[in-house]
């Protein structure tokens, strides 16, 4: 909530305070109905304090008119076409419909994306990081290390578009990006046996 909301808030609070507190007086007798109108009159007829009346009247109905209507516009700005919006955290992606709303957060992004890369043997160790930005555009980077005599070219093919897939059946979410960044190539030595075997 902005200052300016609080402020307004309070001031409206105040307002029904006070009435509130007159309104009693008046039913249990502690205050005269005409004491008030005379004190109001009495107030009125005081030029400054009728413009200052007029002043703050003025101020209170646009203060009105600006909560009413521009806080129902933001909140329908906040959500796209699609129904789709980002949480306020910024952890995932929240889709509503008629029925409800469903959040998906990017650890869970992350594990599916992880549960593809286990799947292929030339990889010997990843790191996923999933990035949601305020259009819902996700965009997956995974860091590899890979075997060597690995074909980088069809693994990075492969393993975007598998990922892609499994992101998509299991969430309904579309995958922008797949980045895959190699990070380090590992060599496997040959088992002493197999030397022996090439000398013979």
Avoid: C, H
């Avoid at 009435?19 to 008046?26: F, N, Q, W």
């Avoid at 209170?60 to 306020?88: C, H, P, Q, W």
Wanted: charged share 25%.
């Amino acid at each position: 909530m902005k200052v300016v909301d609080r402020i307004i808030l309070y001031i409206y609070s105040l307002i029904i305070l006070i009435e509130s507190i007159v309104a009693i007086l008046l039913i249990f007798g502690w205050a005269k109905v005409e004491t008030i109108i005379y004190l109001i009159t009495d107030m009125l007829n005081n030029s400054s304090a009728y413009n200052t009346v007029f002043a703050i009247s003025i101020i209170f109905i646009i203060l009105s008119i600006k909560s009413m209507l521009f806080n129902s516009y933001r909140e329908k700005e906040a959500v796209d076409t699609e129904g789709k919006r980002k949480d306020k955290m910024g952890e995932g992606v929240l889709i509503e419909n008629e029925d409800g709303k469903l959040l998906i957060s990017k650890d869970t992004i992350e594990r599916l994306a992880n549960s593809v890369v286990k799947n292929f043997s030339n990889i010997q160790d990843a790191r996923t990081k999933v990035l949601i930005d305020s259009k819902n555009n996700i965009a997956i980077v995974v860091e590899l290390q890979i075997l060597q005599n690995t074909v980088i070219k069809d693994l990075n093919s492969n393993l975007q578009n598998r990922i892609k897939e499994v992101v998509k059946q299991a969430t309904d979410l579309d995958v922008n990006e797949v980045n895959v960044k190699i990070k380090n190539i590992i060599n496997v030595p040959q088992k002493p046996e197999e030397n022996d075997d090439e000398i013979e």
